[in-house]
């Protein structure tokens, strides 16, 4: 019987590349997306005759009980969320709301409506914040660093209660970092190959960026969306990290993302503006994710270098069709 999902979070970068891997599986799905003055749908124009979108935001519980009894689910995948850390600091009560209690009216909608479904709920490796150990795994203490990761560790003990306490199938991804030519353009790494791509064409001078010391684990967002599809299938609700086990700074991110495009003087390319540090920074992370191999089998091929080829290309070449004359 064909399978149904609903993913919420659509149109972002993850949803995207999940709705996909869904509808190659054969997967019936249902994207939420939330109404804005105009659609944001970028990421999914190739997808909208092949999923069928439903009106929805995570701050407004009738829409969700809604979506949820309009596509039935088996899966539910919550990736809707204030995503973006630097503007959990200046709007932590609305981050809270979306990406913390958002996360229990999603739960709550489940339990009164589909309480046989499976649900992914997108933790994030920024739960880990001032780590104390080197790599995090599933056993790591969370010590958030900002608005938008005490947001999603409220979110994942809520996961973890309603598994206790209503014995709901909800399982945590705690995922590092992981990237693609669909990234939000304020992010670190799409802002370097977006700002690359444009001083490659001679439309900019400079990338204005923070702190070039912070190291991340970057991966490949395509691959991680295939891990959150694998959490979902076994056996058990569980938690699973999602990692490439690699850490690299942002000061290597940017002098892959300048030599790919071939240019050798990056450092004169690069403004440090104080406007883009955080309050509280987190300067180290790098995962384990060897439960998630030794359990699901996954394992991320594509490798730090690869990844900065893939999105600086991909940018040279959208704006190179974005300037041919029509
Ligand atoms: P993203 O590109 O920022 O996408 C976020 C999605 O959430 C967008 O579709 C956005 O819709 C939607 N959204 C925001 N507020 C909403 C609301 N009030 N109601 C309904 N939808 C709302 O994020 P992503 O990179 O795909 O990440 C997916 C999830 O994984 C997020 O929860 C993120 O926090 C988490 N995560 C990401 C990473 C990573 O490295 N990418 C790592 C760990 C965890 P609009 O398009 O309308 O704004
Ligand atoms: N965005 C941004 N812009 N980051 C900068 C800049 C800049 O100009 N300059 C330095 N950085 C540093 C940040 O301080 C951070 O240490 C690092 O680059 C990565 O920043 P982001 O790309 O914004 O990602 P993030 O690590 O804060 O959060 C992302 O990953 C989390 C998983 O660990 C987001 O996708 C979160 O939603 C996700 O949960």
Not at 50 to 69: F, R
Not at 104 to 131: C, H, N, T, W
Not at 213 to 222: C, I, L, N, S, T
Not at 296 to 323: C, H, Y
């Amino acid at each position: 019987m064909t399978k149904s999902a609903l993913v919420t979070g659509a149109t972002g970068q993850d949803g995207s590349f999940l709705m996909e891997l869904l509808l190659k599986k054969g997967y019936e799905v249902h994207g939420l997306v939330r109404r804005l003055s105009i659609p944001n749908i970028g990421n999914i124009q190739h997808l909208v005759d092949h999923v069928t979108l439903l009106d929805g935001d995570l701050i407004d519980q009738s829409s969700l009980n809604a979506a949820v009894k309009e596509s039935g689910p088996d899966e539910v995948y919550n990736l809707a969320a204030q995503s973006f850390v630097g503007t959990s600091f200046v709007q932590p009560v609305l981050t809270g709301e979306i990406t913390g209690l958002g996360a229990v009216r999603v739960l709550e909608a489940i339990r009164a409506y589909a309480p046989d479904a499976r649900v992914y709920q997108a933790s994030s490796s920024e739960m880990f914040g001032k780590v104390d150990r080197e790599p995090q795994d599933e056993s790591t203490p969370f010590h958030p660093r900002s608005p938008y990761g005490v947001a999603k560790v409220y979110a994942y003990w809520a996961c973890v209660n309603y598994r206790e306490a209503h014995g709901l199938f909800v399982s945590n991804g705690i995922l590092f970092n992981h990237e693609s030519e669909r990234r939000g353009l304020e992010f670190l790494t799409r802002k370097v190959s977006n700002g690359v791509a444009k001083i490659h064409h001679g439309l900019a001078k400079t990338i204005s960026l923070g702190n070039l010391d912070a190291r991340r684990d970057w991966g490949y967002a395509p691959e991680f969306v295939d891990l959150m599809w694998r959490i979902l299938q076994h056996k058990q609700p569980d938690d699973f990290v999602g990692a490439t086990g690699e850490a690299h700074s942002v000061r290597e991110f940017v002098e892959e993302a300048f030599r790919v495009a071939g240019i050798s003087d990056w450092e004169t390319h690069v403004k440090i503006d104080e406007r883009h540090f955080r309050p509280s920074e987190i300067y180290n992370l790098r995962g384990d994710a060897r439960k998630a191999k030794r359990i699901l089998g996954w394992q991320p091929k594509t490798k730090f270098k690869d990844l900065a080829k893939i999105m600086v290309e991909a940018d040279i070449e959208s704006l190179n069709e974005s300037r041919k004359p029509r």
